[in-house]
């Protein structure tokens, strides 16, 4: 499984920024994606999960209603939205994946694979 993450940048408080992560290399049709987040000292958090295949699409309450996580089938993308973006959403982001789903998606140890992350800096 390969996943490529892109989109990352420099962006003031209240921007937008939007990231994609290309995917290559699983069966598509029983494996889920996500996306995660670490600043500096910290754990890698949750940000948003669903499955490949469609269902819902889980969002952290830091960033519910700000941030949306979406599909491309056509193009076997994943890509997250992220609007009013605030200084503490500064991270490191990275695309997951893993085979089939679990109910502890939130926690990165569950996910298998991992993209090699790419920068969001919110900065005035």
């Known amino acids: 499984v390969q996943l490529q993450a892109s989109g990352g940048g420099m962006v003031q408080p209240g921007g937008s920024l939007k990231l994609s992560c290309a995917t290559s290399g699983h069966p598509y049709n029983n494996y889920a994606m996500a996306w995660f987040r670490q600043a500096p000292g910290k754990e890698r958090e949750f940000v948003a999960a669903g499955r490949w295949t469609g269902g819902n699409i889980y969002h952290a309450e830091s960033v519910k209603g700000r941030f949306t996580m979406s599909r491309d089938h056509a193009k076997n993308t994943v890509a997250l939205q992220m609007n009013r973006l605030k200084p503490e959403d500064t991270a490191v982001y990275f695309c997951?994946?893993?085979?089939?789903?679990?109910?502890?998606?939130?926690?990165?140890?569950?996910?298998?694979?991992w993209g090699q992350g790419t920068q969001v800096t919110v900065s005035s």
């Open positions: 997951g994946a893993r085979y089939g789903w679990s109910v502890s998606y939130y926690e990165a140890r569950t996910w298998a694979f």
